[in-house]
């Protein structure tokens, strides 16, 4: 292992290289032999698993509840809301048949063509229809809204081509469906679920995003609006990290839900949309690791903090067993996620190298010497750092420590990200400078036809129209020369 | 609702039709518009998500880690394992395309003959093909043994006749899957699980059930023993609430799974398996629920207590807000899950029927009058006592008597069960009694032969081969009148 991670290619020779490697070696997630799917490992799916509660927690607070609706959507429910068709019937897995029997001509088993169902059912691609299909029972009265359901699932779309965790044929989500009586509370409530993706981001992620509203193209299908968070990669490339949508009453409409008003008149409901992704996993990834590994944030890490002893004998190893089991068991009472490994089926130098691969942020190692020094050796993930200190008091020195590595690695990324973002109102400046990566902030004319330029000239795309940018003063759009309407975010993206 | 409630058919006019109304009017779960496939409801779900936290610790405390892997498997996959095709390859989802387009002869869309599939792709009926061809590259050493895996996930196993949680096309369940260097770490693994299901039963569910191993014909496909635990539902029917199957080296042969052990020779790996799914909702309702509506155990409840003031006037509901607020405070920092439902769109009635519905253990009452005197009203959900007693110290009171109910509970289904255990050495007899329900225990032959009689004749199967009963002086099966080889439990089962 300690030589395999030696050969993890280094960021500056090739970026993408190094994010396929890192994935597989971390143990995080590996290609599955089904086309564009992927197995996620014990170690990738304990951090999935720390991001779902996180989130979780913070849906419920919001007064959301969990629930599980359907698989298989018939095909006929991806007809009836007109964008939506557009969006997501195309590249999608199909079946048509319920049944296999045993192959009359050979060896295995074959579908059983008197099994072919009369509708075709769709694996969810995202589960608008199937929801609103649902609500269309559950919503009758203004009473029964606001109504916020999520759930935790899988979704498939046919990717042509994919990467672990960014883009992979079957993934796993979560989706916010919520419904409501007003539109000013459906648009509320989807830029309510915004900020708590970007403050879940900055505080459990250490990841800093630029929050904002999607351009007409960049929409998802069936939006009247689409909130995002967008996240900058340290190749400067910016990758969709939470989307929020309002729905207006699209979906009521399609699957004709109504609701009698306060003031006893029928109204359809208004709706919002809202989900991140196994993406999560890749944004963490190319925001915060190095050529040594993955580097986790404490606030997000299964193992915060691993202790490893060092020793000749049996004698000398229930020593440091002694001792360190103690520290363990003081940093567990303070809530601390540690590892104990004394295991003796590896050896010291390949335990570190693990560890710094699958980014733990703090590491304790203590030998016969520090035992009788009373000493103990700390390093530091993020950056890599060494020191020695009492043993004595060593529990609290980690918890700061703990908390000092957050916010390091948040600033290291924010400081990373405003230095990348650039004002630019020239377009050949833009079509120069887009190559090495960034986000620019350009002066747009609003039209379908300037961003499809943009795109086909640089593969950039308008990430979003952000909040906290003064859209005074625009000036002309680069690329038309016409009067700009607002001042946009343009970046190559993931 | 309160009418509604009324309106639920008592078990003993119909206790399926009690069964199903109350699945529903409980708000767990409904019909899906997706053949065969259910919505699991908000309150439903929150139930689910108990269930999985208590097991989910219990697997970790084991050493069992989570992870995933992919949801569909390549056709043929189901053929390696023979047994294994015979049991899951028949009724299936098959997906066949991966594209729709809009079609040329009129609305909607088809799916587009030009995206065929070259192999179809299974929606997982369960995963021990696609996760042992996955430990094919994850097992060279008895260093990488046992590997201990678990995924919650969602499974498809196309059903004729469907009913909520009991028996659906798609389910929400957990799989384990183990890997072991030898046979005795894998049967040892397979019984341990069989035993962490039982006491999860015992301790959260409050339902007992008998442990015991399946007959052949009851196994899993391609297990070469299965164990399992039976719960005995109020109509005297067994309902098969969790296995574990010790595998054999059937998958480590199929997929080609070998180690290098300790002697440094090649193996194939010994394998497990072992799941519960949302099944088990079904044996929580028809273990525990009366005429009145759910019944839940207090270690399950996702609300324990449940806290209503009465009161005339915002003043009297001000005075009650202060006193409540203070009690519900005092119980959640006592750790119960306490809900205080002072809102004003429903009535008190309407409230206490709807609670009593959905099973929370404990509810709380005060009015204007008791405020007065310093007392509160306590309703029991299962015996639906209530008393008034002192508001001072109510929270260790209700602290103690949640404790009391979660064991009267199991106390009363232990009762149930031990007394429609009956042993019965004449078919004349057992056929007779067998239609009033019950599990009887029967001296077997061991041949399929009188298995397949009993099930013609009456309905009921082998459920198992019983732990701790006793297998001497069998006598003869009761139906061929050959020496028995072992007594077993017969009975109609869900």
């Known amino acids: 292992m300690a030589k395999e991670l030696k050969n993890l290619t280094k960021r500056s020779e090739d970026y993408s290289k190094w994010y396929n490697e890192l994935v597989v070696k971390a143990d995080l997630a590996e290609q599955a032999d089904v086309r564009g799917c992927m197995v996620i490992k014990p170690y990738g799916y304990a951090i999935w698993e720390r991001i779902q509660q996180s989130l979780d927690q913070r849906f419920k607070e919001t007064g959301v509840q969990n629930a599980y609706f359907p698989l298989l959507i018939p095909k006929s429910y991806l007809s009836k809301e007109a964008d939506h068709v557009e969006g997501f019937a195309k590249e999608c897995a199909v079946v048509t048949h319920y049944r296999l029997k045993a192959n009359p001509d050979g060896d295995g088993v074959v579908v059983d063509p008197a099994a072919k169902l009369e509708e075709e059912l769709i694996i969810r691609p995202t589960s608008e229809t199937i929801i609103w299909n649902t609500y269309k029972n559950w919503i009758h009265s203004w009473r029964d809204l606001p109504l916020c359901c999520n759930q935790w699932c899988n979704v498939m779309r046919w990717e042509m081509r994919t990467r672990l965790f960014l883009r992979t044929s079957e993934f796993l989500w979560q989706e916010g469906h919520t419904a409501h009586a007003t539109r000013e509370e459906a648009e509320a409530r989807a830029k309510q679920m915004l900020d708590v993706y970007a403050d879940f981001a900055r505080e459990v992620l250490a990841i800093p995003v630029v929050r904002g509203v999607k351009s007409e193209t960049e929409r998802f299908a069936g939006a009247l609006d689409t909130y995002t968070i967008e996240a ?13 949508h309002f729905l207006g009453q699209n979906f009521g409409k399609a699957f004709d839900v109504k609701f009698v008003n306060k003031e006893n008149h029928e109204e359809y409901a208004w709706a919002t949309s809202w989900g991140v992704s196994t993406r999560l996993m890749g944004a963490l990834i190319m925001t915060h690791s190095d050529d040594n590994g993955l580097v986790l944030p404490p606030h997000l890490a299964p193992i915060q903090v691993v202790i490893v002893p060092i020793y000749k004998g049996d004698m000398e190893l229930d020593a440091l067993n002694a001792r360190l089991e103690a520290v363990t068991e003081k940093l567990r009472k303070m809530g601390i996620r540690v590892k104990y490994d004394n295991a003796d089926n590896k050896r ?63 600033t290291k990324a ?33 039209t379908a036809e300037t961003e499809a330029q943009i795109k086909a000239d640089t593969q950039a795309t308008i990430r979003c129209v952000p909040y906290g940018v003064s859209q005074e003063n625009l000036g002309n759009d680069m690329v038309s020369g016409k009067p700009a309407t607002c001042r946009v975010v343009v970046a190559r993206s993931y």
């Open 232 to 244: 900058m990669m340290q190749d400067g490339k910016a990758l969709q990290s939470g989307t929020s």
């Open 348 to 410: 010291p130098g390949f335990k570190f190298a693990d560890y710094e691969l699958k980014g733990v942020p703090v590491r304790l190692v203590m030998g016969g010497r520090d035992l009788e020094n009373g000493t103990i050796e700390v390093m530091r993930r993020d950056t890599l750092e060494k020191e020695t200190r009492q043993v004595e008091g060593i529990e609290e020195y980690v918890a700061g420590l703990l908390e000092e590595i957050q916010e390091n690695i948040y």
């Open 414 to 446: 924010k400081t990373y990200l405003d230095e990348h973002i650039y004002e630019c109102n020239d377009y050949e400046e833009f079509k120069e400078r887009v190559k090495d990566g960034g986000f620019f902030l350009c002066p747009w004319d609003g």
